[in-house]
């Protein structure tokens, strides 16, 4: 049984920096590609930045250069450092994996989510 829990949410300010974590147990977070997704009140789900097996990462134009995307294969948990915080960044952010690698900005193609964790910057 693949499970992910979420934790780091919070309320910032615009500038702030917040460090979320994805805590995966059933599968190894190097085995898998996993994936940030965000989700804003009335918005589609939106992908943010994943880790590949390789170590390869990438991110949603709107974050790169303020988000980061790292694995620790010995906590197995892969984090996202976000900085700069902006308040279009407000939105519950869920980890996934069991995703197709050729898909894998497409919430659609993920088996396994984590519970969400909600992070709020105000202006």
């Known amino acids: 049984q693949v499970q992910l829990v979420e934790s780091g949410g919070g309320l910032v300010q615009t500038g702030g920096s917040l460090r979320l974590s994805c805590a995966c147990s059933g599968r190894t977070v190097s085995g898998d590609i996993i994936t940030w997704f965000r989700q804003a009140p009335g918005k589609e789900r939106e992908f943010v930045s994943t880790?590949?097996?390789?170590?390869?990462?990438t991110y949603n134009l709107a974050v790169k250069g303020r988000f980061t995307i790292s694995r620790d294969n010995v906590k197995n948990t892969v984090d996202l450092q976000m900085d700069s915080l902006k308040p279009e960044d407000t939105a519950v952010y869920y980890c996934?994996?069991?995703?197709?690698?050729?898909?894998?900005?497409?919430?659609?193609?993920?088996?396994?989510w984590g519970q969400g964790t909600q992070v709020t910057v105000s202006s």
């Open positions: 996934a994996t069991g995703g197709r690698m050729a898909y894998y900005s497409d919430y659609r193609k993920y088996d396994y």
């Open positions: 880790i590949f097996l390789s170590g390869a990462v």
